[in-house]
């Protein structure tokens, strides 16, 4: 599958790395074992969660709230009475026990409309933790776009070296022969053998880097480390190609970007949700109306009583419901304030939302001017390289009929090495430019 096509959401199962034998990593496998594994996007996801819990209750502040109440006392009281006519009654150690319960029920009819303000914003805040998911997966697509093409561009780079190598080898027997049939210089075969150590030497350093490279892949991966820290899992190939895709134009880009880009669209959603907060701020406004109801239960039982005219036992129980209307009048003006708060919040939403437009249409056009620079930068080194190919062979021919100088064809050489060096840059730098304009778009995840 083409690399620039839409990724879809992995439904791989996690790629071992750690086989003995080495094989082929594609960039499909790479992408899919990110998405799974990547630690933003394990983040972004958990936060999602949270939010669609929040949003599975949506319903709960339309439900009336019931709370049930039990208590019982035990009294032990020391009783004096002097009554009117002056008859003095005194008595110590009463007891009595008291047993109350009830069943309240307060359902809230009117708020202001606060609730359905409230439900919205959860709905929101789900739709929100959606693509907060999508903008890590887009980035840590393209950053592993950008990170394998890297290794491949590397592995390039090693065999550009690699074949210097083979050219510096056959340039010092060609310099040993001169020198062993009389024609020859000992300087030629001395620096043919210190160009072909300093190739081998760039040798083992491109070898670290390719080595580097891929642990930077596993962590875009999400590849875990082994105990001591060090990831081990580089033991696997990537293609020895980069694939660039030359259709992108500047004009669908611009107009996919509003409903695609994942930074815009986050940046929308904080608009609408900081317009339901709004809304509940404005609620409080409003008079709340609330049904209550209960069912009431009290028992007293008293074992002695000083009074004769007292009670032993008295039992109570019945239910009752009415309306109340809470109306606000005065709250130190804090719902006032908070309501300015909330039309300020929507402003600087505003501004961040036409902000983030005017950075990502600047980013898009310096990326396309990349893209398209690269692009013909790649022709001219493709083009290039065949001119550097030919223009050696041409002087080491001549040069084996000591013709021609050791430094013309160290010349030719070198610039046959740059012209390698040249041409695999600008094919990685093409498609870096490529990803990041398809990043811009929205379009690496769909």
């Known amino acids: 599958m083409h690399v620039m096509k839409r990724f879809f959401l992995p439904t ?39 939010a669609s819990i929040n949003y599975s209750y949506k319903d709960a502040a339309f439900i009336p709230r019931l709370n049930g109440n039990l208590g019982t006392v035990w009294n032990n009281n020391d ?10 009654r005194q008595s110590k150690g009463l007891k009595s026990n008291i047993i109350t319960a009830q069943l ?46 890297d290794i491949v561009r590397e592995k390039q780079l090693l065999r550009a070296i690699e074949e210097q190598i083979s050219l510096n080898q056959e340039r010092v027997k060609l310099a040993q022969y001169k020198l062993d049939i009389g024609v020859g210089t000992k300087p ?18 491109e070898v670290k880097l390719i080595a580097q490279s891929k642990e930077k892949l596993n962590q875009a991966m999400g590849v875990p480390p082994d105990k001591q820290g060090i990831q081990l899992n580089t033991n696997y190939e990537v293609s020895d190609s980069i694939p ?37 701020r404005k609620a409080d406004l409003f008079p709340t109306v609330a049904f209550n109801s209960a069912y009431n239960f009290n028992r007293t039982n008293n074992q002695t009583v000083i009074n004769s005219f007292s009670t032993l036992f008295n039992r109570t129980k019945g239910f009752n419901y009415g309306l109340t209307a809470t ?45 398209d620079q690269q692009k013909k930068a790649l022709a001219l080194e493709e083009e290039n390289i065949l001119l550097a ?21 160290k010349e030719a050489q070198q ?25 811009l778009k929205g379009d690496l995840v769909r």
Do not use: C, H
């Open 327 to 371: 109306i606000p009048i005065l709250n130190n003006f804090n719902t006032k304030r908070l309501i300015k708060l909330a039309q300020l919040d929507i402003q600087y939403q505003r501004t961040v939302y036409d902000n983030q437009v005017s950075l990502i249409n600047l980013a898009i056009l310096v990326a396309y001017e990349d893209y």
């Open 188 to 205: 030629d075969v001395l620096q043919g053998k210190v160009d072909l150590n300093a190739q081998k030497a760039a040798q083992l350093e």
């Open 104 to 149: 309240a029920l307060t359902w809230t009819l009117f708020d202001g409309l606060k609730m359905f303000a409230t439900r919205d914003k959860l709905e929101e805040y789900v739709i929100l933790g959606e693509l907060n998911i999508k903008d890590k997966l887009v980035n840590t697509v393209a950053a592993v776009i950008t990170t394998y093409y």
């Open 415 to 439: 610039s046959l090495q740059d012209a390698y060096t040249r041409l695999i840059t600008a094919r990685y730098n093409t498609k870096v430019a490529e990803t990041e304009l398809l990043r």
């Open 244 to 280: 660039i895709y030359s259709g992108l134009a500047l004009g669908d880009i611009q107009n996919a970007v509003i409903n695609n880009n994942p930074s815009l669209l986050i940046a929308k959603k904080n608009i609408d949700i900081a317009g339901f907060t709004l809304k509940e």
């Open 12 to 50: 791989l199962l996690l790629i071992t790395l750690s086989s003995s034998a080495q094989r082929i990593l594609s960039l499909d496998e790479a992408i899919a074992t990110a998405l799974q594994n990547n630690y933003d996007i394990l983040l972004s996801k958990n936060d999602s969660a949270v």
């Open 389 to 409: 190919k030919e223009n050696y062979n041409i002087i080491f021919q001549v040069y084996k009929l000591n013709s021609n100088t050791l430094i013309q064809l």
């Open 79 to 88: 009783q004096k009475q002097i009554l009117s006519d002056g008859t003095k």
